[in-house]
C-alpha cells in the first residue's frame, strides 16, 4: 500500500490527545453517603473494572477514527501491478483513435469527445514534472516529442475526427518510439479506441505498461457503398457501359428499400433500390450511356444514418472517342483485320503499306499490326520499337518466305525469341493461357473439349530464358505459337503463321476476334477510376513530353501542392503522401501546359466495417502481465481511466472507517452505563 499525499501522515502525531484525555481522568471526586457500606468494596471493585474496560474501547475508537481519518487524507491505494514503479518522473504515451468510427454515440455522447476527456483525466492524474506524448491516426510531427501537462491538454482540444486508418501495430511502434528515447523504467502507454477489428494487433513491449481503454457505442446498422467498378475495360463514347456497385450492410438490421443514385457530371443519370440483410452485401449494376468524351466526374450516393462518411463513392474515368488501330500490310489489306475493324463505330482503323510506311503514324495508335511484311527495314524496326517502348502494343504476324534475317534483327532488338525454322507439320493447339490478360476475362466456363484452331504451317521460334515470352497459344508438341513479349512500358505479340486460311485456321476461329479485340482494348490507358485517401498506392498518370524542368500539380478544394513524382518509362507516380483530407475530386495538372487530368478519392472503407473488440476479447488477446484493460462499459470512461495510474484507491474505506468508529464511541458513551 502506498499513500498519494504522504506529508498528511504527520497528523497521525494527534492520536496522542486521546491518550493523553485517558491517562489523566481530570473529573473531580464526588463523595457520596452510602447507609450501608457492608458491600461497598466489593461494589466498588466491579464497576472499577468495567469503567477501564468501556474507557479502553473509547480511546481505541477514538484512537482508529482519528487514523483513518488522517489516512483518508493520505489517500492511500495499492499500486496498480501494470503500471510498473510508482516513482520518480514518468513517461506517459496517450493514443487517442480520431478515426471516423469514432463519431458513434454512447449514452447520448460521441465517442471521441469521450476520448479526449479521458485523455485530459490521464494528464491531470499525473505530476507536474510528467512528460506526455499525444498520438492520433494522423501521425503529425508535433505528435512525436513529449511535452508537459499543460501543452498536452492544449494537443488534445485541437484534435478533430481525420480520415486516416492506423493499425494497432503502428500505433505500438509509434508509442514505443517516442517513450524509448528516455532513460526512465516509468514508461506507461493508453490506447483510447473503439478497437476495430480490422485495426490488428499491438507489437507488446515488456518495458512498457500498457492500458487499452475500449470505448463502446450503442448498437447500430451501417450500409455503405464498398466498392465500384465498369464491366467493361474501356469506356467509349456514345456506347453503354456497366457499373457494378458492392453495397455492404455490416450491422446488425436489414436495410429494406434503400436508395442508389448515380449523378454523372452532377446530372442524375441513373436510380435504383435495394436492400440488404444483416452482415452482407449485394452487388447492384447502374447502366447509362456515356455521351461526353475525355474526362467524366461520376458519384454514387445513398442515405444512412448516423455513420454517413462511406455514403459517397466518387469516379473519375476518360471517355476515348474511338480506340484506333494502325495496320502495315505488305503489298494489300488482310480481309480478316478488315472485317474485324473497318467499319466499326467503336473503332478508328487505319491501314497503309510498309513501302509509304510515316513514323508519325504510329502516335495515338492502340494496336499496330504488322501484316505480312516481307522483311523489316531498319526505319520501320527502330520506329516499332520506340513505340513498344513507350507503352504501344505491337502484333506481328509473318509472311511466307519472309525474310528471316531481318526479323529475326528486329526480334532481338525487343528480346523476343528468334526465328529457328518453318515447319509444315499440321498439328491442332494445345490449349490457352488463360491466366493472359487477352483470355482472362473472355469465358465463363471452359468446355472439356473445346475446338481449338489447327495450325497447317507455321514458323518456329526458338526458346530462350531471357525472352521474358509470355505464351498465349500453344501447340500439342509444346512449342508455341502466340506469344506475348514485354517490352519497355509495351508489348511486342508474335503469331506463328500469316493470317492466312492455308497457314492455319486461327482467322476464322471463335477465339481470333476476342485476342485482337483486347490486345487492342488493353493498350487503352484507362487508370484506376478511384483511390482511397490514406492509401500508400501511388496516383498513375501519363508522363507528358514537354521542355524544361516542369512539375505536376494537384489542385482542389482549398487545397493545391506539389506531390511526390517518380517517372518509370512514360508514366509518371505521383505519391500524396496523406496530403489530402478530404475525398472528392482533384485535378492533375503540369505547370503552365494546360491540360489536366481527374482524381477521384474515397474515405477508406475500412473503418465502415462496425464489428469490434470488447473488453473480455482483449484480455483473451493480451494475456501479459504488462497489459491491463479497463472495463469501462458500464461507466464514465473518464471516471474510470483517472485512477488507472493511482491503482485501487482506498480513501472512501478509510472514511468509511472513521465514521464506524466514531458511530462505536458515540454507542459506547450513550449506552453502556457503568
Same mark, same amino acid.
Given at each position: ?24 481522568n ?8 452510602? *447507609? ?12 472499577s ?8 474501547l473509547?480511546l ?6 482519528? %487514523? ?20 520518480? @518522473?514518468?513517461? $506517459? *504515451?496517450?493514443?487517442? &483513435?480520431?478515426?471516423f468510427?469514432?463519431? %458513434? ?26 512528460q ?10 508535433k ?17 478533430e ?10 500505433? *505500438?511502434?509509434?508509442?514505443?518510439? %517516442? ?15 473503439d478497437?476495430?477489428? +480490422? ?12 492500458n ?18 465498369? /464491366?467493361?475495360?474501356?469506356?467509349l ?19 429494406e ?7 454523372? +457530371? ?8 435495394f436492400s ?7 452487388y447492384?449494376t ?66 497503309? #503499306?510498309?513501302?509509304v ?14 501484316? +505480312? ?43 523476343? /525469341? ?7 507439320t ?39 530464358t ?9 501447340l500439342? &508438341?509444346?512449342?508455341?505459337?502466340f ?5 519497355g512500358?509495351g ?29 487492342a482494348?488493353?493498350?487503352? @490507358? ?8 490514406? &492509401? ?5 498518370? &501519363?508522363?507528358?513530353k ?12 482549398n ?6 513524382q ?47 473488440? +470488447? ?17 469501462? %462499459?458500464?461507466?464514465? $470512461? ?15 474505506l ?13 454507542? #459506547?458513551?450513550r449506552?453502556?452505563?457503568?
Amino acid at each position: 500500500m502506498q499513500f498519494l499525499f504522504p506529508f498528511f501522515l504527520f497528523a497521525l502525531a494527534a492520536l496522542a490527545i486521546p491518550i493523553i484525555i485517558h491517562l489523566f481522568n481530570f473529573r473531580r471526586y464526588k463523595t457520596v453517603y452510602f *447507609s450501608n457500606v457492608q458491600f461497598l468494596k466489593e461494589v466498588k471493585e466491579e464497576t472499577s473494572s468495567r469503567s477501564r474496560l468501556k474507557h479502553l474501547l473509547v480511546l481505541i475508537s477514538r484512537l482508529l477514527a482519528i %487514523a483513518f481519518l488522517v489516512f483518508a487524507f493520505a489517500q492511500p491505494f495499492i499500486p496498480n501491478k501494470h503500471n510498473g514503479a510508482s516513482t520518480g @518522473r514518468k513517461y $506517459v *504515451s496517450v493514443y487517442v &483513435d480520431n478515426s471516423f468510427s469514432m463519431s %458513434a454515440v454512447s449514452d447520448g455522447k460521441n465517442l471521441f469527445d469521450k476520448a479526449k476527456l479521458a485523455a485530459k483525466e490521464i494528464a491531470s492524474n499525473y505530476s507536474a514534472d510528467d512528460q506526455f506524448q499525444l498520438l492520433s491516426n494522423d501521425f503529425e510531427g508535433k505528435h512525436q516529442r513529449l511535452v508537459g501537462k499543460e501543452e498536452f491538454i492544449s494537443m488534445v482540444d485541437e484534435l478533430e475526427i481525420s480520415p486516416a486508418v492506423r493499425k494497432l501495430s503502428e500505433i *505500438s511502434k509509434r508509442q514505443k518510439d %517516442a517513450l524509448s528515447r528516455e532513460n526512465g523504467k516509468n514508461q506507461i502507454a493508453y490506447l483510447l479506441s473503439d478497437f476495430q477489428k +480490422n485495426m490488428g494487433a499491438l507489437n507488446i513491449d515488456s518495458a512498457l505498461a500498457y492500458n487499452l481503454v475500449p470505448l463502446a457505442a450503442d448498437a447500430q446498422a451501417n450500409v455503405y457503398i464498398d466498392t465500384v467498378w465498369f /464491366n467493361e475495360p474501356v469506356q467509349l463514347l456514345n456506347q453503354q457501359t456497366q457499373l457494378i456497385v458492392k453495397i455492404s450492410n455490416s450491422g446488425e438490421k436489414a436495410i429494406e428499400n434503400n436508395r442508389l443514385v448515380l449523378k454523372l +457530371n452532377s446530372q442524375t443519370k441513373a436510380m435504383a433500390d435495394f436492400s440488404v440483410e444483416p452482415n452482407s452485401f449485394i452487388y447492384d449494376t447502374m447502366s447509362f450511356v456515356l455521351n461526353q468524351a475525355n474526362w467524366n466526374k461520376a458519384e454514387l450516393q445513398i442515405q444512412d444514418y448516423p455513420i454517413t462518411y462511406d455514403d459517397n463513392y466518387f469516379l473519375a474515368f476518360n471517355v476515348i472517342e474511338k480506340i484506333k488501330v494502325l495496320a502495315v500490310n505488305e503489298n494489300r489489306s488482310n480481309q480478316f483485320l478488315d472485317a474485324l475493324f473497318k467499319d466499326q463505330p467503336e473503332f478508328d482503323y487505319t491501314s497503309t #503499306l510498309a513501302s509509304v510506311f510515316d513514323a508519325n503514324a504510329l502516335k495515338g495508335n492502340q494496336l499496330v499490326v504488322l501484316n +505480312n511484311l516481307k522483311s523489316i527495314s531498319s526505319p520501320l524496326a527502330a520506329s516499332i520499337n520506340s513505340y513498344v517502348t513507350e507503352g504501344g502494343s505491337v502484333a506481328g504476324f509473318p509472311a511466307d518466305k519472309c525474310d528471316i534475317e531481318s526479323y529475326n534483327r528486329f526480334l532481338n532488338n525487343l528480346q523476343a /525469341n528468334s526465328i529457328a525454322g518453318f515447319s509444315e507439320t499440321q498439328q491442332d493447339l494445345a490449349g490457352i493461357n488463360l491466366q493472359q490478360n487477352i483470355f482472362k476475362d473472355v469465358f465463363e466456363r471452359i468446355p472439356e473439349n473445346m475446338n481449338l484452331p489447327r495450325a497447317k504451317k507455321y514458323y518456329q521460334y526458338t526458346r530462350s530464358t531471357a525472352s521474358n515470352e509470355e505464351t498465349i497459344l500453344t501447340l500439342k &508438341d509444346g512449342t508455341s505459337f502466340f506469344s506475348r513479349y514485354p517490352h519497355g512500358s509495351g508489348s511486342l505479340y508474335v503469331c506463328g503463321s500469316p493470317l492466312d486460311q492455308a497457314f492455319s485456321d486461327l482467322p476464322v476461329h471463335a477465339i481470333f476476334v476476342p485476342m485482337l479485340y483486347k490486345m487492342a482494348l488493353l493498350n487503352v @490507358r484507362s487508370g484506376n477510376i478511384s483511390y482511397f485517401i490514406g &492509401d500508400k498506392t501511388r496516383v498513375e498518370v &501519363d508522363a507528358k513530353k514537354v521542355s524544361g524542368e516542369k512539375v505536376y500539380k494537384i489542385t482542389g478544394d482549398n487545397v493545391e501542392f506539389i506531390p511526390e513524382q517518380l517517372t518509370i518509362g512514360n508514366k509518371m507516380l505521383l505519391g500524396l503522401n496523406e496530403q489530402i483530407k478530404k475525398a472528392g475530386f482533384y485535378r492533375i495538372g503540369l505547370e503552365n501546359s494546360g491540360s489536366t487530368d481527374l482524381l477521384a478519392l474515397n474515405f477508406d472503407r475500412k473503418e465502415s466495417d462496425m464489428k469490434f473488440q +470488447n473488453a473480455s476479447q482483449l484480455k483473451e488477446q493480451y494475456p501479459e502481465l504488462n497489459v491491463n484493460v479497463v472495463n469501462g %462499459a458500464n461507466a464514465e $470512461v473518464a471516471t474510470v481511466v483517472k485512477e488507472l495510474d493511482r491503482g485501487t484507491p482506498l480513501w472512501k474505506l478509510c472514511l468509511m472507517l472513521t465514521l464506524l468508529f466514531l458511530a462505536i464511541e458515540i454507542a #459506547l458513551l450513550r449506552f453502556w452505563k457503568v
